[in-house]
């Protein structure tokens, strides 16, 4: 087997100006961990985009290998957990921004990171899936802790057309619930129909400072956007209605009032993937194998190579892609 394997590598140098290249490392090169992974697949996330265009700082170490995300198979353990051909996955914990990642040939990782892949599951599908669509089921356990129930009104998922979105419009449908989908893109709107969407609503509706209150519209939401998008989205939730929040496109801040919550009791979720406890996230992607449709997936997964990575981060930015990317890695 050869001592080097293949990588993006995004650097910075003295005046701090990045480059992003595909080069051979040296194994030995390689960050501590204790499990070795053969990276069977990964996908191109937003945040995966940022970091290689560099649009906002998320790398914070370097040099760095990008891809928060990978599927694949033991090579080596040190631990007692996981042995040389099991089949794994990885979500988040710093991985592309403080520790090398998915976007190479092997990778070589912390045990408590990982879980076993289950077993209905593929790395390709796993990708297809990624921080994504995990995050997106997240939020729907979310919403159901809170007790919202497919019989208590629509749900509303922002940032529809994109990956958080597009999966959790096919996760709610398939478990019954009434979906609004928020978009940007009319043109897309019986691609989202498709998935399960039973109304599109533009995003302009959301996306402009709004009142304090509005009318009571659903039960309950996902949002990927915040800003102004969720503001109103509390804003125009019923009674006891709760909106899971996981992302911030539109921005991190909250031009809300205390309104909602104490005349509507209405709940904010937020919703972390990147750092969630492991039982939590075996959970998910339990729920992931019963309550996702397999055959959406593959209508809202786009299949890559290696080499256009670079191309499909810049295009994950513009806002060029639909729904899912999964990059095989199997050949590298």
Not at 114 to 130: E, R, V
Not at 188 to 206: Q, T, V, Y
Not at 277 to 290: D, G, N, T, V, Y
């Amino acid at each position: 087997m050869s001592d080097q394997f293949r990588a993006i590598l995004v650097s910075r140098d003295d005046e701090k100006k990045q480059s992003v290249e595909i080069v051979m490392l040296d194994k030995s090169k390689l960050m501590d961990g204790d499990v070795t992974v053969k990276v069977e697949a990964t996908t191109v996330n937003y945040k995966d985009g940022l970091a290689i265009t560099g649009k906002s700082p998320v790398v914070r170490h370097w040099p760095m290998i990008p891809g928060i995300d990978l599927a694949g198979s033991v090579i080596n353990s040190d631990c007692n957990e996981f042995s040389p051909g099991d089949k794994v996955l990885l979500n988040g914990f710093g991985v592309g921004e403080a520790h090398w990642g998915g976007y190479a040939s092997i990778a070589r990782l912390k045990s408590d990171w990982l879980i076993k892949l289950p077993s209905n599951i593929t790395p390709i599908q796993a990708m297809s899936i990624g921080t994504a669509g995990y995050t997106s089921m997240l939020c729907v356990m979310a919403l159901e802790r809170h007790g919202i129930t497919p019989d208590q009104g629509p749900v509303i998922v922002t940032g529809a057309n994109g990956g958080v979105g597009s999966v959790a419009i096919a996760i709610l449908s398939k478990l019954g619930y009434q979906i609004i989908a928020s978009t940007g893109r009319a043109n897309e709107a019986e691609f989202l129909k498709e998935l399960g969407a039973n109304e599109i609503i533009d995003r302009n509706e959301l996306s402009n400072p709004g009142r304090p209150m509005g009318k009571e519209r659903w039960a309950g939401g996902i949002d990927a956007v915040g800003s102004h998008t969720l503001a109103n989205l509390l804003a125009q939730t019923q009674y006891g209605g709760a909106i899971a929040a996981c992302g911030l496109a539109q921005g991190f801040d909250l031009p809300a009032t205390v309104m909602p919550f104490i005349l509507r009791n209405v709940a904010l979720l937020g919703v972390d993937s990147v750092m969630a406890p492991k039982q939590l996230r075996e959970q998910a992607w339990k729920r992931i194998e019963s309550d996702l449709d397999m055959s959406k997936l593959e209508a809202i997964t786009t299949k890559i190579g290696f080499d256009d990575i670079i191309g499909a981060a810049a295009d994950i930015i513009d806002g060029k892609i639909k729904g899912r990317v999964v990059v095989d890695m199997a050949d590298i």
